[in-house]
């Protein structure tokens, strides 16, 4: 899919979501986890099948997690119930409103009292049209206190060319140099970044993904 088309998407992950459910956690996920303070709170931004959301509540942070798809969100109450998780919150949100995010944002910043609050968003940005990515990075702008940090993982252009393991859906391949601008232009300072292989392999599929963790200036 080259075009993006956002209620052909959405119809896709909905479907998606209501078949493919993972319990492990991801890679970046256990990254950032090894980073972060015990009682950060955690604003995942795209949850997905909640499996990060849910291993970050499972240990210890409480945590507001955001998707689009209604499946996704029923199916990460539902999952987060039956594991009996605590301090995961599952909100049905369109991340380029920034009514939708700023609400979820001072839900969290409630939760959080005085305690460190953290923007998580794995495998988003590619999902997203030039458009989009703008949108959100430009409410992530407005939202986020000084020195807050965010962390992303994405599929960069390195990407585009490799086999995939799913297809059928939308996926733009991030140009970092722009992305990496966009936030500078936006008073964030980036703390990491690498570009690589074998971060986010799945079965037979290796992509080459962008890590970035960047700090509001």
Sequence with gaps: MEKKNIEVNKDYWDKFYQSNFKHTPSQF???VLTEIPDDAVIVELGSGN?????????QGHVTVALDLSHEAIESCKKESKKRDVEHATFVQADLTSIEDVSTAISSARDKAEDNTVIFYSRFVMHSLDDNQEQAILNTLSTCMQKD????????SKEDELLDKHFGGHYRRYVDTDVFYQRLTDLGYQIEYNHIGQGMAKYKEEDPFVVRIIAKKQ
């Excluded at 807050?148 to 599929?155: Q, T």
């Design 29 to 31: 996920c256990v990254c």
């Design 50 to 58: 909640g499996r990060d959301s849910l291993y970050f509540a499972s």
């Design 148 to 155: 807050e940090l965010i962390y992303f993982e994405f599929r």
